[in-house]
């Protein structure tokens, strides 16, 4: 099973892939974390990598896509894919069909994680973590039984993201349309969009994902 999971920072990409990686043996594909670790580990894709961008250039297709290509040749054939920031643009979309079908492998969903865009702000702009053991808090939605004091290891410190403020989240939301748009005909043509309500809870993410990928 192959999918694309879709939202703006902040929907809860991160923790539903992370259950599909825990839960179903999926590998989770975050274009972003294949560049940095291809710098890390000095591969010649991430010297060149490194070197594009040191010059404050940005990464073409190109290289992103044999990013894609070399990790997908190193999975075995029954190991489920969750493509996390890839594709972003339509080139990109018709070049992964290519790269899927090299490696005999199909896109079975496309998932959407639906947000509203004002209550995405109340839920980032509001959490923040205890400082030492990274217990997370939101201002509103759960506070620490008693103030200022972390309800796991009693810290007193917290801290919180210095862009998780309303003009940053607002900001990313517009980046994401702007990005998302013109690769979602694309697959909608194709029937293979599911849209998913990403302001439930947790529990009602999963089950809702479940159901859209038939395992429910």
């Keep these: 099973m192959n999918i694309i999971l879709l939202g703006p920072p902040g929907a809860g990409k991160g923790t539903q892939a992370a259950r599909l990686v825990k839960e ?4 989770q ?11 890390r580990e000095g591969t010649p894709t ?15 297709d190109e290289i992103v896509n044999q990013l894609i290509d070399e990790k997908l040749a190193s999975l ?3 190991q489920g894919v969750i493509f996390d920031g890839y594709p972003r643009t339509r080139a990109q979309a018709e070049a992964l069909d290519g790269l899927l079908a ?11 994680l639906d947000v509203d865009e004002d209550a995405l ?17 939101h201002d509103r939605h759960k ?4 103030e200022n004091v972390c309800d796991v290891c009693a810290s007193t410190e917290f801290k919180r993201r210095p862009d998780d403020n ?15 748009a013109p690769i979602l005909p694309f697959y909608e043509a194709r029937k293979l969009v599911a849209r998913v309500d990403g302001m439930a809870s947790i529990e009602q993410v999963d089950a809702a994902i479940e159901a859209v990928l038939g395992l429910a």
């Design 24 to 27: 179903r043996g999926m590998v």
């Design 29 to 39: 594909l975050s274009t972003g974390d294949m560049l940095r670790a291809a710098v």
């Design 46 to 60: 991430g010297l060149e990598v490194k070197a594009i961008m040191a010059a404050g250039d940005l990464v073409s």
């Design 76 to 78: 075995s054939p029954d």
């Design 102 to 112: 090299k490696h005999g492998r199909t896109l079975g969903h496309v998932i959407e």
């Design 121 to 137: 702000v109340d839920r980032i702009t509001g959490r923040f973590t205890c400082a030492k053991c990274g217990e997370g808090y």
């Design 143 to 146: 506070l620490p039984a008693v």
């Design 166 to 180: 309303e003009e940053t989240v607002r900001t990313r939301m517009a980046e994401y349309r702007a990005k998302t």
